[in-house]
């Protein structure tokens, strides 16, 4: 569980109790999506749909104590912000590597 903040995610689990497995399963379906349409705006070059993809993608997966992931969006959303999107293939596919982690270790603590 290296992709998640698990004192952070075990806090959450128990504040949340019955509710934190509604919270994993809206995170997934929500991220799953946004996963691939932040892969379509950075294909399409459209650094302003790419920035606002971003910047939602990061505070949901800070929300749930993945924020390695919300550290790589908040640099794909710098370089978007900027209109530099020149050279982020790598962060975009850090972003989906880590992803794919993420998702792993929160179904593994759902119930």
Do not use: P, W
């Not at 969006?73 to 900027?82: C, L, P, V, Y």
Request: net charge negative; hydrophobic share 45%; proline share 0%.
């Amino acid at each position: 569980m290296d992709a998640l903040d698990i004192e952070a995610i075990k806090t959450l689990q128990d504040i949340m109790e019955d509710e934190f497995d509604d919270l994993i399963d809206i995170y997934i379906r929500d991220a799953d999506e946004r996963i691939m349409a932040i892969r379509a705006l950075y294909e399409s070059q459209d650094a302003v749909a790419l920035r606002m993809a971003t910047h939602s993608f990061k505070g949901a997966s800070s929300n749930v104590c993945a924020l390695g992931l919300a550290t790589i969006a908040q640099i794909i959303e710098n370089a978007a912000h900027t209109g530099q999107l020149e050279g982020l293939q790598a962060s975009i596919e850090l972003l989906e590597n880590t992803y794919k982690e993420v998702r792993h270790d929160l179904l593994a603590l759902h119930s």
